[in-house]
């Protein structure tokens, strides 16, 4: 039952691996008539990017990427837009030890019992690389949301036992650090933990949070389809995303009705606003029209120096040292991506909205029949 | 795009509103030759049935289920599962209130931005009561997967302040009390504060737990169906569901690597098995033989008859006390919702992972061809 | 992997056997705030109910609709539409004969080979009974349309030998004849026909042509989801269809390109219009603008009292006379079928079209953001 | 609402214009141990390829494909396959007729309708080159059904006025004449008739003609999913085809039940068999167990050189010679599309039947669990 698509209405289709030719996605749906060109998309995969500090992996990637279909004369067609980034660094290696043996705190063991054998260079499918297909077309949901006046906002929150402060927060200072925190003493604390466990080469874990503006109130369904459920699934199936919350989130469970409900009034036009945002902008599965806001905490970078026990494919016990060049935290490098799958799920719900009243289709035929 | 359809290869899709004539779901996929009658669903559905403690509603609702369609001779057919539970308690009512207002805490005002109106009597569509079509088809689905060895456990882990002790944990005690919590002295001290919240007329969250033993590993997708995040929607569809984590969950983002890593050894049969089980058994999307552990956090019931402030539908400022018999807790009655929910999946997992090989392909199909 | 579900947008899933309870479909995606009513849903079933001619079944069936969710105050409420008619014929019977062997040009053995066993009173699932949903559906689809200046009309084209002559073609006397025919001369004849081979104990069988106006150019996917492809499998998934055409369909083929191209010209208003129309109203699986034609192929009714060959569950040869009441044709009860299945296509290419260009998009949301 | 993806399991989404950088398509669902190389797909292209004989288009284009993702070590890992065929004679032209002028027969106009403009060198999207990504995927999925003992043969059946003899159809035939005729004495013939069009600067249309054996019993669902349906579905997806029928298809509509049911017996083995196949291998919606026999009626290639009647973009009507290197006729090399289509179909109807009992389910499981 594959799995490699997500989307409903502007639907993806990602595939390749680690260390195959290239990575890819296929846009399917995207509306006509967006300009676009590869810079849109390359800004986006640029943040992503193994190599841009010490916290992150020395691997080389250029992760150029190329469109081969859907856009003609600078403008989307509404056929599939397919775009590829070659894998330029597929250094030959021995990877017996990884083929051999089963890393924990990685899907090895679970590919190989799936489909009886696997892909065993980097992780193959299981690879952080796969994310390159979902950023790339997130840029693309991403402009087309930045034309209806939506912008999505993600940020490291915290790092292993530093958390960013409120008080101090400072959107601006999300691209002058190294780890995307919005909070430049919270960043120096984070930076210094990092140093320690790469000294002890260990790694640690950590949280994204993404705030999204400009969201008109009515986007999701009722019941399966819930704008936080569908928010969960694309997050959740981030590598090594753990746990997610929406608004109060986890502490909804320890707050009472009166401090969680959000109260209504009503701003200087007279439109419905809420007095609090603990819903995280959803509401019964529905945008309530004010921020969207959730979390997503991953886990540690799971390969490490450090010798961990496991066992052989012959299920020998052995101890095993992960070599090679790993990022000692996913989160920073995850940021674009977590603003990337919510993207993905805004557009969606915001074009499958169009089709929920009769009075809205009938103006919108009006001039077409 | 709807939204009222779960699933893949065991679909269902659920209908009806809290105080329309009746609640339904028909159920696409089911395998032929269960055996099938409408007891097997009636106990899912009795569990989660207002009026069963002072903490639940005391609405009188029988929920008593029918099945009208795809079981012939007492085993399923392989065609459509069509169940259907009277809706009982319709009393003429006044709902001129909360017609002319919006609740704190409900998609009221979503609904009506939507769809341009709603269905005001006690919710509507976004009511509780929509659960019954998930529980009833949970029902069927964890009956399949009890003939295959696989069972889900659910219960309450914690009450507003108050939480299982894991030393405590009785699992026997789960049904024993009217908060399914599986530890009586947590039981006691949960219903204080419920006692206390009633009188402040209040209400209070809590946190369900799932424990889900004898999944094999290989079920799960590798990339945006991955096990955990299919789970996690299913889980965020519930009404007042704010959170989910998976094993470790929020806890990772603060772990290092060599503390969450989940090493492997071999069991006494020399089957590979993982020393810890940080991972709530499921890795890179993908089931990995150990138990299957999630919790979601459920925000506090948001009827409650304290004095709110609100809006009406002239967007004037009001104050609303919501009358009616409400839960003051909605954790205990969803814990079957969360364990139906699960069986849903699991079962659209194991299914869809049938045809992950063509080893075993080719055996299933030997004796047909 | 089901198969009860048809549509995306304006999905519907039906469920129910000819001698269960009850038959049924359920609608998600429906817009929100369409006048509906159970009169508006039961004039469509009146037309494919029995008993309404001496060549169709004497059997006696209400198939009075229900309206269970989805309806508030006269309009739909956006949530999905539950619809049930209860199955009134019931009559205990003696089934062993079809229980204990297969009858020809059923689908009988196909489901004890599919599923190990079957529901053998009267063909279960596979039972024409089945259609009702999809006609319940198709009213609420045509009402639709209606609003959007969409119309559809299907009348039988063919009966065994005798064919309408289009020289003769009065829409108004489809609704005067029994075998709803365009054509009151071809209708004598066929009914000629028809008394012959009821005298021998035969069926016949016959086509069904469909005209669609009103439809705006532009509905339909240009690769896999052409508007006439989804027609085909809308069509073809009626019990008994064996052919389906568009346009100049089959004499295509032996048509050349100067025959068969449709030039374009201008109307007074300046439009663009085809000259002629072999395209049938669907040129590269796109909509261009000029009515839809189609045509299906029913093969004749398989329950015949005539003796024909068979086998038992032992797989021993045997003679078998169909017993009961059953129509020599199938075609004039499939008409209101045939119609309501392209509504349900046309209304779902429909409102799959409004997110087609950007243009559009930002128009429709500018007033709501 | 996108429409290039097919299938529910084993699901293909294409990509790419004719005139674009290369066309793609990703196969996911793919069982994992499949041994693939870039020869058993190139085969397949190679039966597409224009330039094999004086009717097909002289326009030189390699169509190499080369896989992207999914395979390791010459198996296919359960990932995504990702393939491409570069376009290489992409020549620069002088595309202003087209661009400002629309095609009889062509969906020029309705795209520029659907999505404000269109890709006008050479179709675009609705190019018959689209269908490259169709033949790759079908090939991978005709060497799974061979291993399982399913086979396909497409031919052509009929050109223009020419129709196969059966007494004179030769399988080994088929590969030996440029029209994929299996009957040498109707090839000569087509001959004739295609050489009289060309010398008229007109074109002819025909008949494909496809044969399954070996598919087991009981694929296809009862009710939307008819394994009829979807084929037919799959078969209008392809562009020029206007008719599609299956067995008795079209003449059934002139039949007796008693001419066109399909009597029992029992084989040597006592298995049951049909004594004929009207049904052409599918009742009910399910296969049957005797060959799947259906034909598709394919229109004349629209482009053609000679004057026809049109209007340019401003709407003033004009004349329009088609120039360029045009098929006079669609079919021989539509043969292996149609055979990749039906490939597409059973495959996917054969891996989701697995699913549809509980039996051999358990089976299944029983030494995973």
Request: no cysteine; hydrophobic share 20%.
């Given at each position: 039952m594959n799995g490699s698509t997500f989307g409903n209405i502007f639907k993806i289709t990602t595939w390749g691996e680690s260390h195959g030719k290239a990575i890819g996605v296929v846009i399917d749906g995207c509306p006509a008539g967006l300009s676009l060109c590869e810079e849109d998309i390359q800004k986006f995969l640029n943040r992503r990017k193994p190599g841009q500090s010490r916290y992150t992996t020395k691997r080389q990637e250029a992760d150029q990427v190329e469109i081969l279909s859907g856009v003609f004369e600078g403008k989307t067609t509404g056929t599939p837009i397919s775009l590829m980034v070659p894998n330029t660094d597929q250094r030959s290696r021995d990877y017996t030890?990884?083929?051999?043996?089963?890393?924990?705190?990685?899907?090895?063991?679970?590919?190989?019992?799936?489909?009886?054998?696997?892909?065993?260079?980097?992780?193959g499918r299981s690879s952080g690389r796969e994310t390159i297909g979902r950023v790339a077309a997130g840029a693309v949901a991403s402009k087309i949301l930045k034309e209806l006046g939506i912008s999505l906002t993600a940020y490291t929150c915290a790092i292993g036992p530093v958390t960013i402060d409120p008080r101090h927060f400072d959107k601006e200072e999300i691209f002058r650090n190294p780890l995307y925190m919005p909070d430049s003493q919270a960043a120096l604390r984070a930076q210094e933990c990092l140093e320690q466990a790469m000294k002890e080469t260990n790694s640690l874990g950590g949280m994204v949070e993404c705030v999204i503006t400009g969201v008109p109130a009515g986007l999701g369904e009722p019941v399966f389809d819930k704008l936080d459920a569908t928010l969960a699934k694309a997050i959740l199936s981030i590598g090594a995303v753990k746990g997610f919350e929406i608004g109060s989130g986890m502490d909804a469970a320890r707050s009472t009705g009166l401090e969680n409900n959000d109260g209504y009034d009503t701003d200087e036009q007279g439109k419905p606003v809420k007095i609090t945002n603990h819903s995280g902008g959803i509401t019964g599965g529905i945008s309530d029209g004010a921020p969207i806001i959730f979390r997503a905490a991953f886990k540690p970078t799971p390969s490490i120096a450090a010798p961990q026990k496991t066992i052989n494919r012959k299920g020998e016990p052995m101890e095993i040292r992960i070599k090679g060049r790993h990022d000692p935290i996913i989160v920073p490098r995850a940021v674009v991506v977590v603003e990337s799958m919510a993207a993905l799920v805004i557009l969606d719900a915001l074009l499958g909205s169009m089709t929920a009243r009769m009075d809205r289709i009938k103006d919108f035929f009006a001039p077409l029949l």
């Open positions: 030890e990884i083929a051999e043996s089963y890393r924990p705190g990685h899907a090895d063991l679970n590919y190989d019992r799936k489909y009886g054998f696997r892909d065993y260079r980097g992780g």
